[in-house]
């Protein structure tokens, strides 16, 4: 474990404070920091920084899909408003656990009646349902499979899935959100190959269609299907003629690793990366997937010009103002804040828990470089009472960084945002810029949930 | 009595708060900390949806992020020492462990837990075994009522002394009161809990300590010096029976709500004061006897009211008072069963609810319940964060002196 460092005590500008003595804030030099833990593990606190997507968001990119949870009162609450919130409410329904279920142990009967009822009260029958169950069916041996089978019999025509919302079982396998980006594919059924069909799985917002990601395929006559375009079940199930599909998160793996093995679509995990020499690889990769010529490497030089020069002009406009970065607006944020520091900008801290595979190179290469690089953790109880207000203008990249910084400058994105590629880099300095003049409602913004799911606060 | 639906089933409405908010919520302005024994999600789901004071409010409440090798292993030394761990920086007054519902399965011992980390700390640590299974009622009101067994001092000398100063002032006949059971979850942020203070001090009272919104720590510490308690939500009636056995307080169960029930209110509350006899204020008052009918499609006229038991009963005997209209009640939380009666009816899911909204005229309810309401019956919107969390917040009324208004607005008059 990394010695940690410790920085002096500051008010605690905004927050009413109870009477807690201000501890001192923990955080870590990269330099000093151990990449597997870079943080000791103990009580957690969570930021009011709300704009990832849950379990919830995610079901709800199978049009027409309808979700049911079957958990205790205290975990449909948060789901059961996450629907709410995103005007969804009548694409979801509840089942309630209680403690008679646990006591008698049907919890097979419970969720077989309490899913027919709710199904015969839906107003049309939808053609798919998303079953969540949770930690207590895991935990009380339910037979899962006897569920879904007799669910399947009584209603042949509507597509069932099993989903989960057991976080207990975050540290054992597949945590809940890959298993939730798998499962969002499962109802995909075999079809005919189209070999000019390519589809881009586990993201949550659509690729910009000017991304090389997007671009490419499409220039080659391809059609690229996602989920998050997807206007009716059939656009769904038509992904499922791909002959290729392709993840760039690390959370997407599984699911591009299952229709593979399902579906016979070749997976190309193609990760999300601010590097020149990785973003050229991957769409190496890709064209040679795809079986079109490389681009050009005058293009490539072209596009990598264009970055440079959209990174000095950002730098210019930015100069040394504090950059700092968190882990929910790009999968790999030291990817972003190595990417930044070569280009003179003055980034100070990345905020993240934990990183990984994927971050392990841009890891040792700022160790190297920037050893004074801060790291600071998010769910550490000493984030709770830390200082959050700085006289000096902070510019962050993602929501828990503006907030752990209380600064209204900031770039609002989460889970990369569509970006990807040489384009990505380009949006992205647009965006700092944009953030660095002008200053958002970071309070109102951060606290909405899901990003770009709607939302009626 | 109907029988209460086995499916347990909600097409479209919401869920109300769990246990474990609920006893987040109690504490969150006392100086503890409290500690939720979980996975992961009800953090996010208590400090997004039950508590619109985590912005700006540091109080510590944490998860202990539970796995499935801890749980399977029964390994509570994980919980034990980070708990002491965080508990050494940042010294909380007191200590608060919350269950959830893989502990429950796996029988975690939590006034085991609690006492071991007691020993460890020196902090009072109280150990709530919730399950996540029951309503936040249940989880308050353990909270609330552990507050008054272990936090509440004894009476002073001082205290008794200067109470028996107090008799011989002009003011000496203001009973000192304390407002029992306020949490957002029943009274959001929009100052009920000040114009609740405001109301019983404009009518001869004096209050000692709100439980627990604006009230510091101290004040409730010294809270078996009052007179009276009000128990203004079923949060707050096991505390006041907690205060009742261990310093004679007698307590009054009534929200203050509209000129005329809060005037009724405080009478009680002087009358309590002078008797040491307990009154119910908020007393069933549905308009004829809908029980032996719900389902049958019969028209019944009646004003249904859905919500906590103590605040919807406050509220149908309020607008009695000023309408000549009373409402039946259907408490879709826990209550205790005292409060339940024929005007006051338990019923937790859509298939218990439905039978009653059928006949109704009138609904008052969160507008998440709109969905299972007739379409011909006047629905009247009364958010309630419990229900629907932050997304109505804005539009929450503050019934103490805004009742007229919101009777002139929806016509119920």
């Known amino acids: 474990m990394s010695k940690l460092v410790k920085k002096q005590n500051m008010p605690a500008g905004g927050l009413k404070r109870l009477g807690h003595e201000a501890p001192e804030v923990v955080s870590v030099t990269i330099g000093k920091a151990d990449f597997r833990a870079p943080f000791v593990s103990g009580l957690e606190y969570s930021a009011p920084a709300r704009g990832t997507w849950n379990i919830v968001h995610v079901g709800m990119l199978i049009p027409g899909a309808h979700e049911i949870f079957v958990c205790a009162q205290g975990c449909l609450r948060g789901v059961v408003l996450t629907a709410a919130e995103m005007g969804a409410a009548d694409r979801f329904s509840t089942i309630a656990i209680r403690q008679n279920n646990v006591l008698e142990g049907d919890l097979e009967g419970q969720i077989i009646e309490g899913v027919e009822d709710i199904i015969q009260k839906l107003p049309e029958k939808p053609p798919a349902v998303l079953v969540y169950t949770s930690c207590i069916h895991h935990f009380m041996g339910c037979d899962l499979e006897l569920v879904y089978r007799t669910l399947r019999e009584k209603f042949p025509d509507i597509d069932f899935t099993d989903c989960y919302m057991n976080p207990i079982m975050r540290k054992s396998g597949l945590n809940p959100d890959q298993t939730m980006r798998r499962q969002l594919y499962s109802l995909l059924k075999p079809r005919e190959k189209n070999l000019r069909s390519v589809s881009l799985v586990g993201n949550d917002f659509a690729f910009d269609h000017t991304s090389e990601l997007y671009a490419l395929p499409v220039s080659a006559g391809y059609k690229v299907r996602e989920i998050t375009t997807c206007k009716t079940y059939e656009d769904y199930q038509a992904m499922a003629e791909s002959s290729i599909c392709i993840t760039t998160f690390p959370a997407a793996a599984a699911a591009g690793q299952m229709l593979e093995e399902k579906l016979g679509q070749k997976h190309l995990y193609l990760p999300f990366s601010f590097d020149y020499k990785e973003i050229t690889e991957n769409l190496r990769r890709l064209c040679e997937v795809l079986g079109i010529e490389p681009m050009d490497p005058a293009e490539i030089s072209r596009r990598i010009d264009a970055c440079e020069q959209a990174l000095n002009e950002a730098h210019e406009l930015i100069g040394q103002t504090p950059v700092i970065i968190d882990y929910t607006a790009f999968p790999r944020p030291l990817s972003l804040a190595r990417l930044l520091l070569a280009h003179g900008f003055h980034v100070t801290a990345v905020y993240a828990d934990s990183f990984t595979g994927d971050e392990k190179e841009d890891f040792e290469v700022l160790s190297r470089e920037n050893p004074d690089l801060l790291l600071y953790p998010t769910v550490h109880t000493c984030m709770r009472v830390a200082p959050r207000e700085n006289e000096e203008k902070i510019l962050a990249v993602g929501q828990k960084a503006a907030y752990f910084a209380g600064t209204d400058y900031f770039v609002n994105i989460v889970e990369g945002g569509g970006m990807y590629g040489f384009d990505g880099i380009l949006k992205l300095t647009e965006m700092m810029c944009r953030a660095f003049r002008e200053p958002k409602d970071a309070r109102a913004l951060i606290q909405i949930k899901g990003m770009g799911c709607g939302c009626c606060l | ?413």
Not at chain 2, 15 to 25: F, K, L, P, Q, R
Not at chain 2, 60 to 75: K, N, P, Q, R, Y
Not at chain 2, 244 to 261: D, S
Not at chain 2, 337 to 358: F, K, T, V
Request: charged fraction near 20%.
């Open chain 2, 1 to 413: 009595m109907w029988l209460l639906s086995v499916k347990q089933t909600a097409r479209i409405i919401s869920t109300y708060t769990g246990d474990t908010s609920g006893v987040c919520s109690a504490l969150y302005e006392l100086g503890g900390m409290t500690v939720m024994h979980d996975a992961s999600g009800c953090n996010s789901t208590y400090n997004t949806h039950d508590e619109p004071r985590w912005y700006d409010m540091d109080s510590l409440v944490f998860l202990s992020g539970l796995t499935e090798i801890e749980a399977l292993m029964g390994d509570d030394g994980k919980l034990i020492g980070d708990v002491v761990r965080a508990a050494k920086e940042l010294s909380p007054g007191f200590i608060a462990l919350a269950g959830t519902p893989i502990p429950m399965l796996t029988g975690v011992d939590f006034q085991a837990v609690a006492m071991e980390i007691e020993r460890e700390t020196g902090i009072p640590v109280f150990g709530f075994s919730t399950d996540g299974m029951h309503s936040y009622i249940s989880g308050a009101s353990m909270a609330f009522a552990e507050v008054a067994r272990r936090l509440c001092a004894e009476r002073s000398r001082s205290e008794e002394t200067e109470q028996e100063q107090l008799s011989g002032k002009p003011d000496g006949n203001a009973p000192v009161v304390n407002i029992l059971g306020v949490t957002p979850l029943d009274f959001t942020v929009n100052g009920t809990d000040a114009a609740m203070r405001r109301a019983l001090e404009k009518r001869g009272c004096r209050i000692g300590a709100v439980w627990a919104m604006g009230s510091s720590y101290e004040e409730v510490v010294r809270s078996g010096g009052a007179d009276v308690n009000l128990v203004v939500s079923a949060c707050g009636l096991e505390a006041a029976k907690v205060l009742q056995t261990r310093f004679g307080t007698p307590y009054v169960v009534g929200t203050p709500c509209g000129e005329k029930f809060t005037e009724k209110l405080a009478e009680a509350l002087k009358r309590a004061a002078a008797t040491g006899n307990c009154e119910m204020v908020c007393r069933p008052c549905a308009e004829k006897n809908i029980c032996e009918e719900p389902g049958t499609g019969e028209r019944s006229g009646q004003t249904v009211i859905i919500g906590e038991s103590v605040t919807a009963l406050s509220l149908a005997n309020a607008l009695k008072e000023e309408t000549g209209r009373g409402a039946l009640v259907l408490c879709a939380v826990d209550t205790a069963p005292e409060l339940l009666s024929e005007g006051c009816i338990q019923a937790w899911d859509e298939d218990d609810l439905i039978p009653y909204l059928e006949g109704a005229a009138r609904i008052i309810a969160d507008p998440l319940y709109q969905p299972i309401c007739p379409d011909d019956a006047q629905f009247i919107p009364l958010p309630h964060e419990a229900f629907s969390g932050r997304i109505y917040r804005a539009q929450i009324p503050e019934l103490v002196t805004g009742l007229k208004q919101f009777v002139q607005e929806h016509r119920l008059g």
